[in-house]
C-alpha cells in the first residue's frame, strides 16, 4: 500500500526519558513534516524538510529534533520528555511542485507520565 | 501571517440534516484551499480542494466553493449521515513551501 506510516502508534513514557517517532513514505514525495496536534485538535506545524533539507522549524524547544536520512524518512527525536509533550503528532508528506495536498499518517499518541 | 478562521464547534446534526461549517482565510498572494477530514482515532484525510477562485472542490457529497472576494471556503452537504461524524479542518497552502496551515477544526456529529 502507498501511504504514510508511522510508529509506533501509542508511546507511553515517564518523565525524562528520551523517546524516537519513526516516519516513512513510499508515494515519493518530495517533502515531509511534522504536526503536533493538542488535546483540542488544534494542529500546528512544527518541522518540514524538503528533499532531506530542513526548510520549516517552527519555535518547538531544542529537546525536539528531526533527522531525515533520506527524502522517505524523517524521524522525530524527543529529549528529555516533559509532560506538555504529551500530544498526537502527525507525520505528513506532499510533493510540493504538484499542491495537492498532504498525505497524513495515522499518528502517533504521546503520553507522558 | 496565514490564517485560517473556522467556526467554533461542536456542531450536532440529526441525520439527513443541511451542513454548513464556515471557513475563511486571510493569506498573501493566491493560495489553495482544503478541507480535511479527521475520524476518531485516525489520521487526518483530504476531502476536497480547490486551487483558484471561484473553483468548487466536491466529495462524497461534500462541497466547497473558492471564494476570493469573500475569502471564504465553506464546506456544504445537503444530507449528513452518521458515518460523517469526525473532524473538519479547513486548510490553506501558500507561499513557496506550500506550508499547510490549519483552522481550528469542527467537531461534527450526526445522530440518527
Known amino acids: 500500500d502507498t501511504a504514510v506510516s508511522q510508529t509506533p502508534k501509542y508511546l507511553v513514557t515517564q518523565m525524562g526519558n528520551d523517546k524516537s517517532i519513526k516516519c516513512e513514505q513510499n508515494?515519493?514525495?518530495?517533502?515531509m513534516y511534522w504536526y503536533k496536534q493538542d488535546s483540542k485538535k488544534f494542529l500546528k506545524i512544527m518541522f518540514s524538510?524538503?528533499?532531506?533539507?530542513?526548510?520549516i522549524n517552527e519555535t518547538v524547544p531544542n529537546r525536539f529534533s528531526p533527522k531525515s536520512p533520506d527524502k522517505a524518512h524523517l524521524n522525530l527525536h524527543i529529549n528529555s520528555l516533559e509532560l506538555g509533550d504529551s500530544a498526537v503528532y502527525f507525520c505528513?508528506?506532499?510533493?510540493?511542485?504538484?499542491?495537492?495536498?498532504?498525505?497524513f499518517g495515522s499518528g502517533t499518541r504521546l503520553t507522558v507520565v | 501571517g496565514d490564517s485560517v478562521t473556522q467556526m467554533e464547534g461542536p456542531v450536532t446534526l440529526s441525520e439527513e440534516a443541511f451542513l454548513t461549517i464556515n471557513c475563511t482565510y486571510t493569506?498573501?498572494?493566491?493560495?489553495?484551499l482544503f478541507w480535511y477530514v479527521q475520524y476518531p482515532g485516525e489520521g487526518l484525510q483530504l476531502l476536497l480542494k480547490?486551487?483558484?477562485?471561484?473553483d468548487k472542490g466536491s466529495n462524497k457529497g461534500f462541497e466547497a466553493t473558492y471564494r476570493k472576494e469573500t475569502t471564504s471556503f465553506h464546506l456544504e452537504k445537503g444530507s449528513v449521515q452518521v458515518s460523517d461524524s469526525a473532524v473538519y479542518f479547513c486548510?490553506?497552502?501558500?507561499?513557496?513551501?506550500?506550508?499547510?496551515?490549519f483552522g481550528s477544526g469542527t467537531q461534527l456529529t450526526v445522530l440518527p
Open positions: 505528513a508528506s506532499s510533493q510540493v511542485s504538484g499542491n495537492y495536498g498532504y498525505t
Open positions: 508515494l515519493g514525495h518530495d517533502t
Open positions: 524538510y524538503n528533499n532531506k533539507e530542513l526548510i
Open positions: 493569506a498573501t498572494g493566491y493560495p489553495s
Open positions: 480547490a486551487t483558484k477562485a471561484d
Open positions: 486548510a490553506l497552502s501558500a507561499g513557496s513551501a506550500r506550508q499547510l496551515t
